[in-house]
């Protein structure tokens, strides 16, 4: 397996399926992780991204069997920040030198909900100007409404595709949701001009190291900038884990994976961002460094309001529910040192790949 290893350090992609799978099923972790973590500080240096996380509301028009959530589940106040409140949490990203911001929310398609979004985007440029990073992750839209953030001064795009293998995506999802739509979306993003982000949930019930490896090569064919990857975890609320708790075991089991999965996409995909996302930190208080020093450069702590996050559960355990964001601020940058690594602060953290796309395609 060492010069697997070896070959995947000197040269981007050079993985087969064959060679990710047997990665992702090596007991090695640490050969593993050491390798993924070599390749990364290649690229970046021992240098972490942040992204303040605005979770602006929970209305949500799907209903994926997977997420806490889900337009069918009763259990949860829904709630919209207003847009004067949005400004305030971004702002105090960009002053506590956060470098950018994410704003995400359940999906919804409405000329009310463009307008809103539209509004914070615009607000934010007001007071941050060009250095500020604006990232959003709000779902499925037409593409003229992506066309309208973008003009309105966004600039990166996270939409997950959950999943790369379409039988797997139809078993997680209910009939009427569309893989070929989700698919199509990330292509309008990218089109357009977006810095374009994707990633999948690892351990999903039904689901093979082989649909991983080949979500792999998904990310590399889509010729993607940035990777949020996280464990599958179980809500109480929704049907595919209804009555199911996992054990301590298949907690680390889920975890591990997680960490895998970074690794080897690090290996094969060596200059995009790839977070070190809070599901991690659900299943282990230190599960984010560990993404970290399994390969990931970004970190995208939650800034939403105390009294709002009880209601943005997408699974359960959701770390730092009742952690202000002040706190969060002081204890993330503990963190960061204390695997020697150091925050970007002020940064807007733009992934290398997106750098070399652009110059690439000014080239042709
Ligand atoms: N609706 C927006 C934002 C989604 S929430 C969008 O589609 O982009 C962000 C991510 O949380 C989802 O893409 C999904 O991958 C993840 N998620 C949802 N439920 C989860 C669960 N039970 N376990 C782990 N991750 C989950």
Redesign the pocket.
């Known amino acids: 397996m060492n010069t697997v290893l070896q070959k995947a350090v000197g040269q981007a992609q050079s993985l087969s399926r064959e060679e990710r799978i047997a990665l992702l099923s090596w007991d090695n972790d640490a050969e593993l992780f050491a390798a993924a973590y070599a390749v990364k500080m290649a690229q970046t240096g021992p240098r972490v991204s942040l992204r303040g996380l605005v979770e602006l509301g929970n209305y ?1 028009a ?1 209903d ?1 069997l ?3 959530i889900r337009k069918s589940n009763r259990e949860l106040e829904r709630y919209l920040i207003e847009a004067d409140e949005a400004l305030r949490m971004a702002r105090w990203c960009y002053e506590r030198g956060y470098g950018s911001v994410v704003l ?4 919804i398609e409405s000329p009310a909900h463009t307008a809103y979004v539209e509004r914070i985007i615009r607000g934010i440029r007001e007071f941050a100007g060009d250095s500020f990073g604006i990232t959003l ?3 499925e839209q037409e593409e003229d409404v992506y066309s309208r953030w973008l003009e309105a001064g966004a600039h990166r795009y ?3 595709i ?1 999943t790369s293998n379409p039988r797997l995506y139809a078993a997680i999802h209910p009939p009427g949701h569309s893989f070929q739509r989700r698919l199509e979306c990330l292509q309008s993003l990218k089109r357009l001009g977006y810095q374009t982000g994707s ?1 999948v ?1 690892c351990g999903l019930p039904g689901q093979s190291l082989e649909d991983l490896a080949d979500d792999i090569g998904f990310f590399a064919d889509m010729d993607l900038d940035m990777i949020g990857m ?6 109480p609320d ?1 049907p595919l884990s209804k009555g199911m708790k996992l054990s301590a075991e298949q907690n680390a089991a889920q975890l591990r994976l997680g960490l895998k999965m970074i690794a080897v996409t690090r290996l094969f995909l060596h200059d995009v961002n790839i977070a070190a996302t809070t ?1 991690l930190q659900a299943l282990d208080g230190r599960g984010r460094e560990q993404g970290l020093q399994a390969g990931a450069n970004v970190l995208m702590p939650n800034v939403t309001d105390v009294q709002y996050r009880k209601n943005y559960q ?2 359960e355990n959701k770390p730092c529910l009742d952690e202000n964001s002040e706190k969060c601020r002081n204890c993330l940058s503990q963190r960061v040192l204390s695997i020697g690594e150091q925050v970007s602060w002020g940064e807007r953290g733009d992934p290398l790949h997106f750098h070399k796309r652009i110059v690439d395609s000014k080239a042709n």
């Open positions: 949500c799907k994926c997977y997420c806490g995400q929310s359940g999906e992750c709000l779902g996270l939409l997950r959950e990633g949930m996280g464990p599958w975890l179980p809500h929704a599901a997408l699974y």
